[in-house]
């Protein structure tokens, strides 16, 4: 079975990566060109091939906005540009869709688009969590924080991702903070899960405060604006950032050498897959990833088309953690694996660690906490 998934620019620098004649363009003027494109298919992938001999191929579809136009624009114009990108994908063989970035946050996250799509649509956020999970207590190991002492912050944690995150941590940790920006969802959030949750549960829409009081941060945010400051960081602290584009500021990357930050989402698919670009042929797509490497979202897809699943596999909010087992196990059996650590577009060392240890234990020692 094939498979498409609607992607679009997280950025102006995504924009120009793609097409390198838009860096010397101003942003009003690449925004406008974008809101008149229609979409197009961009890369074929080919070559995924799972240990056991099965194979997949599929298209990456650009419905053509950035994610605040996703946020601003009418919702039915928004809607009308991610049906054709699958309507695209359709027309291309492609039986079942996935939902990249923005495209599966907008309104009710895919389960419109999905009633109007010609195919099955995913956004792919259970294997998103899935592989989020891995990497967060990945990270919370490598620095050697011990989950059962600690507190965690999960922002967006009333959202699709971010409120399973919340179920799937919480037995391993002492207390949790959850943390979004709308607070009479919060709290009702709050309400019911205090009772389900086992360890000390918390709720606040200040994020520098919940970021200050935790050793361990997850987040999953449909911000498009940085919300993680290095000022607010504890000594030692380890981020683990699914969201698309990022939360966590870049000046963390220069300010605080005692944090690990890692993208939580990215996988490393089986075979040897190709993202060609459909229009110069020859070239192959920049995903601004290590080679063989996709989002877990991009995975989910994928692995739907492998397991010929053609279902709206996950949507909207209120996401069934059955479901983030059965794919992280379908995934597993798939030759899919969690990509290695990396954040702000490099990879993640072991040397990188054993330095960020050090700076955090130097750090500790010196009861230095900034911003206080
Ligand atoms: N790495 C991957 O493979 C992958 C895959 C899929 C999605 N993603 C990314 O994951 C993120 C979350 O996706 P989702 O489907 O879970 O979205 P969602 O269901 O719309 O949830 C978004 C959450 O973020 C909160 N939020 C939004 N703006 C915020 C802000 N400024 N400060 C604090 N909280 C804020 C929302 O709370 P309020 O409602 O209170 O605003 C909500 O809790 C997106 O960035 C998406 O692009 C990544």
New binding site residues.
């Given amino acids: 079975m094939k498979f498409c998934f609607v992607i679009h620019p997280l950025s102006l620098e995504d924009v120009a990566r793609y097409e390198p004649g838009a860096a010397g363009k101003g942003a009003p003027i690449v925004r406008k060109i974008m809101e008149w494109m229609p979409p197009w298919a961009t890369v074929h992938i080919t070559g995924v091939r799972t240990p056991d001999g099965r194979e997949t191929e599929g298209w990456f579809v650009t419905a053509p906005l950035l994610p605040e136009q996703m946020m601003e624009f009418p919702r039915e114009e928004v809607y009308k540009r991610i049906v054709r990108a699958i309507e695209i994908g359709a027309e291309l063989g492609a039986e079942v869709a996935g939902l990249?970035?923005?495209t599966?946050?907008v309104g009710d996250?895919g389960i419109t688009v999905a009633e109007r799509a010609p195919i099955p649509v995913t956004?792919?956020?259970s294997l998103?969590i899935a592989?989020?999970i891995q990497s967060f207590f990945r990270g919370a190991r490598e620095m050697s924080v011990d989950p059962a002492t600690a507190t965690v912050a999960v922002?967006?944690?009333?959202?699709?991702?971010?409120?399973a995150c919340v179920k799937l941590i919480a037995p391993h940790v002492k207390h949790i903070v959850l943390?979004?920006?709308?607070n009479t969802?919060?709290a009702k959030f709050y309400e019911q899960m205090k009772a389900e949750l086992p360890c000390e549960v918390s709720y606040t829409?200040d994020?520098s405060a919940a970021v200050r009081r935790s050793q361990l941060i997850l987040t999953?945010?449909?911000?498009t604006?940085d919300?993680i400051q290095p000022e607010d960081l504890l000594p030692g602290a380890v981020v683990c950032e699914?969201?698309?584009?990022h939360d966590v500021s870049r000046r963390v990357a220069l300010e605080r050498p005692d944090v690990l930050v890692t993208?939580?989402?990215?996988m490393v698919v089986p075979g040897n897959p190709r993202f060609d670009r459909v229009r110069e042929p020859g070239l192959e797509f920049d995903l601004n990833l290590p080679p063989r490497t996709a989002?877990?979202?991009?995975s989910e897809t994928m692995v739907l088309a492998l397991e010929h699943r053609a279902e709206c596999y996950t949507l909207g909010?209120g996401i069934d953690v059955n479901k983030v087992i059965e794919i992280e196990e379908l995934a597993k059996r798939a030759g899919f694996t969690l990509a290695d650590m990396r954040a702000f577009d490099t990879a993640i060392t072991p040397e990188k660690i054993a330095a960020t240890r050090e700076a955090a234990t130097l750090r500790q020692a010196q009861g230095d906490r900034v911003g206080t």
Avoid: K
């Fill in positions: 990249g970035a923005f599966g946050v996250g956004t792919g956020n998103t592989a989020g922002i967006g944690a009333t959202g699709s991702i971010g409120g943390v979004a920006r709308n969802r919060l829409t994020i999953a945010t449909s911000s604006q919300i699914l969201s698309l584009p993208e939580g989402g990215n989002l877990a979202c991009m909010r």
